[in-house]
């Protein structure tokens, strides 16, 4: 129920894209995205911050969306979001003392040093590729194909990566657990 509650603004923007057209999909995104926020808010007296980097990134690129109406700009979006996340990524190798993955993560997971450095670098290089390959498809098919690839083909892409990380960390796991035994 929590993933269809983080993606109630996706799920309206597509719904909202299908019957009318990108920016009233935005409009409507920006508008779910804020009472989403305000309704967790509201509950529990504080809001994740990933919910609160999720609505600044609507209300930013959203709101840009919206004032240039510009098709452009809006099939770059996703790519300087992504690359924009793998110079955050590498950056945070050179700022602070450890990657931010590994600020994010610490706590639920006791890694080596270089399986947090490795995953660090998967991480930038899957960005880097996201990137791209929507860049790629917004250059190379229609808008409506490019829409669906943004949330479906985005989105599967991200979930494929985790679960491979999933798999790849899982030895890790094992090997802290047969620690604890």
Not at 36 to 59: D, N, P
Not at 89 to 98: A, E, L, R, T, V
Request: charged letters at 20%.
């Amino acid at each position: 129920m929590k993933l269809l509650f983080d993606l109630f603004p996706v799920i309206l923007f597509f719904i909202a894209y299908k019957l009318y057209d990108i920016y009233v999909a935005t409009g409507v995104a920006i508008a779910a995205a804020v009472a989403q926020v305000f309704f967790v808010y509201m509950k529990h007296r504080r809001v994740e911050k990933m919910h609160l980097v999720t609505l600044a990134l609507i209300l930013v690129l959203g709101g840009l969306t919206l004032a240039l109406h510009d098709e452009t700009f809006i099939k770059w979006k996703p790519t300087l979001v992504n690359w924009g996340f793998a110079l955050v990524f590498w950056g945070s190798h050179y700022i602070g003392d450890k990657p931010i993955i590994r600020r994010m993560l610490d706590e639920a997971l006791h890694l080596p040093e270089q399986v947090w450095t490795r995953l660090s670098m998967l991480w930038i290089t899957f960005f880097i590729f996201s990137g791209a390959a929507n860049l790629f498809v917004a250059y190379t098919f229609d808008t409506d194909t490019w829409v669906n690839f943004k949330l479906f083909g985005l989105m599967g892409m991200t979930l494929v990566f985790i679960l491979l990380q999933g798999i790849y960390l899982a030895k890790y796991m094992e090997d802290k657990r047969e620690e604890t035994d």
